[in-house]
C-alpha cells in the first residue's frame, strides 16, 4: 500500500527564479486550482480521491489505528483532504468493528466524523451511509480550504488525519498547523505525512543525489533543515517522526500530540512552489518581525 502511495506522485520540471507573490508563482496557482478541479479523464496522475481506510492504516503512525479505535460516541474525527470519503465510510462499515475488537462497546455507534475537500467528490455510498446514521453522525464540508474555517464553524477534533491532502499542498505551512492546532482539542492527535522529504536522520540532502524532493526548508543561512525539526520547535507539540523508504524514495510520518493551548509556530517565507499531485515547495525559516500581526489569533 505505501509503494502504491508512492508510486502516485507526480512533479513537474523545476524552476529556481521564483519569487513569493510573483508572475512565476501565481501561475503554477492557477496550474493547482486546475488539478483542484479536474474530473474523470481529466484528473492528473497522482491526485488520489479515493483512499480507503486500510491505506490510512497502512502508511500513517501505527499510533492513529489505534487513537481512532478508542473513540467513543461523544468524541470527534476530522479528515482533511478526504476526496471522496472513503476512510471515514470504511470506519462506519461493518468491516471495521471485526477487524477491532477491542474497544466496540466503549465505541458504542463510534466517533463523529466530518470530511474536508476543496470539491465536492461524495458518491453514491456516502449519500447512503449518511442516511441510515443519525443527523449529524457524518459531516461532508466542501468549497473553502482549511484556512477558511473557523473553530465556531468545526469545533474541536481529538483526532485529526490528513493523508497526502492539505499538509503536502498548503502554500503556507504555518497556516496550515496553526489551523489544524487550534482545531486539536487538548492532548489530541494529528496523524499526517510527506513523501519524497529529507529525513530527520539526514546529515543532508547528498544523502540522497536521486530524490527531487517535493518539500524541502531552508534554514535562515539557506542550509537544509528537516521538516520534522521545525515541527518538533512548534511550541505546545510532541512530535515523533518516523522514516521509511519505499523504492529508494524517503516518505516521514508524523505523529503530533497538542500538550498545552499555548500554541506558536515558527514562520516560513515560500520560496518555490509548482503546481502538481502533490505540488515542489520550498519554504525558509524566518524571525517574525515584531511588527506583524499576530497570526495565531487566525486559529480561532
Not at 154 to 183: A, H, N, W
Not at 224 to 241: G, Q
Request: net charge neutral; glycine share 6%.
Amino acid at each position: 500500500m505505501v509503494v502504491l502511495l508512492v508510486l502516485q506522485t507526480l512533479w513537474l520540471e523545476p524552476s529556481y527564479s521564483q519569487q513569493p507573490g510573483s508572475p512565476a508563482i501565481e501561475k503554477e496557482v492557477s496550474k493547482q486550482e486546475a488539478i483542484y478541479r479536474s474530473r474523470g479523464e481529466e484528473v492528473p496522475e497522482g491526485y488520489v480521491v479515493d483512499r480507503s481506510f486500510l491505506a490510512y492504516a497502512s502508511i500513517l503512525s501505527s499510533d492513529f489505528d489505534r487513537s481512532l479505535a478508542s473513540l467513543g460516541p461523544k468524541d470527534r474525527w476530522l479528515d482533511i483532504g478526504a476526496g471522496e470519503g472513503h476512510a471515514i465510510l470504511d470506519y462506519y462499515a461493518p468491516r471495521y468493528d471485526s477487524m477491532h475488537p477491542e474497544g466496540r462497546e466503549r465505541r458504542g455507534k463510534k466517533a463523529r466524523a466530518v470530511a474536508i475537500s476543496i470539491e465536492d467528490r461524495r458518491t453514491p455510498r456516502w449519500h447512503e451511509t449518511a442516511a441510515r446514521l443519525e443527523a449529524d453522525q457524518i459531516r461532508y464540508l466542501s468549497g473553502k480550504r482549511l484556512r477558511e474555517y473557523s473553530r465556531e464553524e468545526l469545533g474541536q477534533f481529538q483526532l485529526i488525519t490528513d493523508v497526502i491532502g492539505g499538509f503536502s499542498y498548503t502554500r503556507d505551512l504555518p497556516l496550515f498547523m496553526e489551523k489544524v492546532l487550534g482545531f486539536l482539542e487538548l492532548n489530541g492527535r494529528f496523524h499526517t505525512l510527506l513523501l519524497d522529504v529529507l529525513p530527520e536522520h539526514a546529515i543532508n540532502r547528498t544523502d540522497y543525489p536521486d530524490t527531487l524532493f517535493l518539500t524541502e526548508i531552508a534554514n535562515a543561512d539557506g542550509s537544509d533543515a528537516s521538516v520534522c525539526s521545525w515541527l518538533k520547535s512548534i511550541a505546545c507539540v510532541e512530535v515523533t517522526c518516523e522514516s521509511r523508504m519505499e523504492s529508494k524514495r524517503p516518505i516521514e510520518i508524523y505523529r503530533i500530540h497538542k500538550v498545552c493551548n499555548n500554541v506558536a509556530v515558527p514562520a516560513l517565507a515560500l520560496l518555490r512552489f509548482e503546481a502538481g499531485t502533490p505540488p515542489p515547495r520550498r519554504f525558509q525559516l524566518r524571525k517574525p518581525s515584531p511588527a506583524s500581526p499576530d497570526r495565531t489569533g487566525t486559529t480561532r
